[in-house]
């Protein structure tokens, strides 16, 4: 296996630096965008779904557990017993300390599928997930959200009983969320994946391989 070129110190400092100011000017334009992305308006959306938890039907309101905000990570329906890996991946990466976290700042966070209640559960037990995931099955959620038979993270804000959608993204947009993603981007082998742009002869696969 390749490995990255060896240095003097010195020599590892300036090319250190040189990308440091690229990681900077990178940070900048984040701050940028999210503030940004604080500035978006809103749409009204309808509260009109019922949704299959464990614990019963229960409303897109009473998925805020009465908090002012609300994520929502809608996990693709690939049919019985079939289960999208990126989506797989992208929940294995949810941790249960930052969900806390997410909460203690007045956000809750649920995940969505159109698979049925009975498949999610049996899922969740599977993987040990303890992430809150309902069942939108039977109703027009996905389609309101424009998912399209994929994944998407949407974001919303309620005022009073009245509940606005503020933001969505999918694809990069949600990868980047991911904790191990970011961690991998820093290491000298990246993800491993085909689609970097990786030194010839570095270690690579299918991105679900």
Not at 46 to 61: E, I, Q, W
Not at 153 to 162: I, N
Request: with cysteine; proline share 7%; charged share 25%.
């Amino acid at each position: 296996m390749q490995k990255p070129k060896i240095v003097s110190p010195r020599e590892w400092q300036l090319a250190r630096d040189e990308l440091l100011r690229g990681e900077k000017e990178a940070t900048r334009a984040q701050d940028r965008l999210a503030a940004q992305r604080r500035r978006l308006p809103m749409v009204k959306f309808t509260n009109g779904y019922a949704f299959d938890t464990p614990d019963g039907t229960r409303s897109l309101l009473d998925l805020f557990e009465g908090r002012g905000q609300l994520v929502v990570y809608q996990f693709m329906d690939n049919g019985p017993d079939r289960y999208c890996p990126g989506c797989t991946w992208f929940t294995n990466n949810v941790p249960a300390a930052g969900l806390v976290g997410l909460a203690e700042r007045g956000v809750a966070w649920a995940t969505v599928s159109n698979m049925p209640l009975a498949q999610i559960e049996a899922y969740k037990e599977r993987m040990g997930w303890t992430v809150p995931f309902v069942s939108s099955h039977g109703t027009a959620f996905a389609d309101d959200c424009g998912v399209g038979g994929g994944f998407m993270l949407s974001v919303f804000l309620r005022d009073g009983e009245d509940i606005y959608r503020t933001y969505n993204t999918t694809s990069r947009g949600v990868d980047r969320l991911l904790f191990a993603h970011s961690v991998l981007d820093l290491t000298p082998y990246g993800r491993q994946e085909d689609w970097e742009d990786s030194p010839p002869g570095w270690p690579q696969r299918p991105t679900y391989g």
